[in-house]
Every structure is written in C-alpha cells, then in structure tokens.
C-alpha cells in the first residue's frame, strides 16, 4: 500500500491557480497590512485560509442545483433539506441560515442576556463573539490535554466534566441560558470529542436543567474520529455514529460550509417547540421566510446533497489522512504540530517554530506572513491576535495558552503535491526561523479584530 492517500476522486473541471513573484507577494504584504485576509486571491499559490465554503461540490450537488426551487415560501428544495436534516440529525424543529454565525447570532439574541455565560469546549470566534455581542460571557472548559500540543490524547476537544459541574455550581444555573460543545473544536486543533464525553456533557447538563447545543460544523469528521478511535464503534457507520450524537442534545448550529461541502449555508435545530418561534421571528427579522433563511433554493439544494457525501467513509477516510500526511510530513522536518494531526487543519505551533518572539509580539501572525512570503500559502493566525483580549473585570489582556498558525484543507480541491509544496515551503522557513520578526498592530477593531486588523513589522 501506498504511505500517501490518493484522491477517490477524479478531476472533471479545473481552476488556474498561480504563483506570483517574490518581489510581488511582498508588495502584496505590505499593501494588505500585512493581514493575510486582505490579501487578494488571486495572489495566493494556496489557499488554506478556511476550509469554510471553499470545497469542491460534487457532479451530485451541481446536478442539484438545477433541480433549486426558488419559491418564496414552503419550496421543494427546503423539503429535500428538512429530510435530511430530521434523518441525520433527528431534532424537531430546524432553519435554513446563511452560515454559521447567523444560526449562533439567532440563538444568542434569543437566550443570551448581559451577565450570563455561556459554556463550551472551547468556543469558535463567532460563536464567542456572538455570546460577547449580547453581553454574555463565554467560556471555555476544555480538558487541560487540549493545551499540550504534543500530547496524542486522541480526544482532545473532550471537555473537562469536573471543571463543567464546578462551573455550574459557582455561577448558578439562572445564569446560564443554555450549554454548548464545538465537534470538533476547531480553537483547540480540529480535535475530535469522544462519545463518552458526548454523553457525560449531556448527562452534567441535563442534571441541571440546562439546554445543550452543539456546533455542529465538523461533525462527520468527529463521527469518523469516534469510528477509527473509541472502542465499540468500529463497525458503526459515520451516519449512526452522527445520529447517536445528536440523539443526546436540544439542538445545534452548523456552519454548513464545512462538513456539508456547500459554499453558503447554515443549520439551527431545535427541539423545544416555544425556542422555535422565537427563533423564526428571529430569522424572519434577520435572514429571511422560515423555509429559505437567507439562501437561495438551489443552495438548499445543495446543501441537503452533502450533508450525506460529507458522511461518505470513502471519503473522510481520505479526507483525514490527507490532514495527517501533511502533518507527518512537517514533523519528519522537525515542525511540531498539535498532536495528532486534527480533522480539516493541520496547526503549527508558532511558539516552538519561533520560540524568541513572545506572545505580545505574535509569533504566529508572525509565521502566517511567512507562509505567504515563501510559498504564497495563506493560512490563518489562531493566537494572541485572534483571542487576547481584556478581561472584563481586570482589564488586563488575558494572552491564549496557545500560539498557533492553522492550515485549513479545503475539502476534495487540493492534491497530494499541493501538500508536498506546502510541506516543502514550511521547512524552507524553519531554516531561517532566527531571523524571523514579529508584529504590532496599527489598527484592530475592538472585536474578531483578526478579520480587520493592520499590522506593522517589528
Ligand atoms: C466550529 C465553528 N463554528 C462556527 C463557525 C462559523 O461558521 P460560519 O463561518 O459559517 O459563520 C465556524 C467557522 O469557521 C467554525 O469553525
């Protein structure tokens, strides 16, 4: 057998992708701000900024698309979408969103009220943001495994159940609108939450009386995490496996981006009946009529097509081992990585790639540049400029316990050498590491302030 996965696709339409100068990637840093977000997209070689909405549709989902009925209210394409998402997911009640942040935005306006917290695994930004937007206070209770990145505990986004039930004790549970856990949790590496921790998360939770969500973004890379890594689910399908996950929660969101390959969309689900109306004059205020939340038809479409290919073991089965070559191949080359490699990123570890720029100098904004600088690879800092910020009573900066640069895999769009190339670039930046500099901003908004934010170098 080959040690590298080949593609269990084949490649019917391309997309010219090209490598600008060296000369013109700097120019193309210092005109940005040197943020990799203002980058044009043109001037990326490859582009592992997110894994969100950037995969490739199959012949299936294209085929669908034509079969979109646009009509305004009670449309086929909403009905093709509500049967897959009541046989995969199984809650009662469920909208079509935008994308991800507005299904947490529709929650958090519904629950979240100035004083209360919310608690995860660990939060995505959005999601964090979205609780700090309505005055709330996330919070994030991870087992302390997650901040080790060279531990190969194998479910590292689990969340830590003794600290979970002393938090509810201490902040009280009317202070508290609802719980939540992120599968898999993208913050801390893409790692994958066991179903043991699934079940005992929503055992805590129900013991007090709290609802429980789940971010769903990523959920068929976890069900297959559970496959390959808990015992007793070797011989479940990744569809069961989803099932049995979603069977203990009250509902979730999704950014439909990620494991339902589309390019737009998003999921609310929901089980308590009197939740739903709010949310529905939730959504009718922001995204639109309950049957088409802010998509088109031919997105439903889409939508309702992959949120089965992305079960597919055929294709997850390459799909993670695609992460974990590129992972092995840096780690070979002396690069650490967040151990084991995760579900759609692999995550460097800009502490130890740059050990002598400290955290307030952003080691990995730092190593991000880099990327781009060397190989015209864009990938995306998840440290210090993502997630340092006051805290609410000291006011002092609380600095993230990791520094880390996130290579995002968009799904089925890049091959074997592309990983080789990106492989390639990274050791070639290793070698001249010392002469590295890092970062101060010249401008951030005052939240996800990453999007926006112009740098300077030191
Ligand atoms: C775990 C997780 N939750 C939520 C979101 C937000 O989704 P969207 O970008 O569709 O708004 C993301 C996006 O990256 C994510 O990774």
Redo the contacts with the bound molecule.
Sequence with gaps: MPTYPPEPFRIKVTEPIRLISREAREAALKEAGYNLFAVKAEDIFIDLL?D??TGAMSQDQWAALMRGDESYAGARSYLRLKQAVEDIFGFKFFVPTH????A?NILAACLVKPGMYVPSNMH?D??DANIRARGGRPTNLVIDEAFDPSNPHPFKGNMDIAKLKAFIEKIGVEKIPFGMI?VTN?AGGGQPVSMANLKAVAETYRSFGLPFFI?A??YAENAYFIKTREAGYENKSPIEIAREMFSLADGM?M?A??DAIVNIG?LLCVNDEKLFGNVKNELILREGFPTYGGLAGRDLDAMAVGLYEGLDEAYLGHRLAQTAYLASRLNDAGIPTIQPAGGHAVYLDAHAVLPHIPNYEYPAQALCVEAYREGAIRGVEIGSVMFAYPDPDSGKIIYPKLELLRLAIPRRTYTQSHMDYVADSLIQIKARAESIRGYKFTYAPELLRHFTAKFEPL
């Design positions: 997110t969100s909405g994308q991800g942040r507005a947490e995505f959005t999601t992120t993208n971010d973004a990523r969101t950014s981006k990620k998003g």
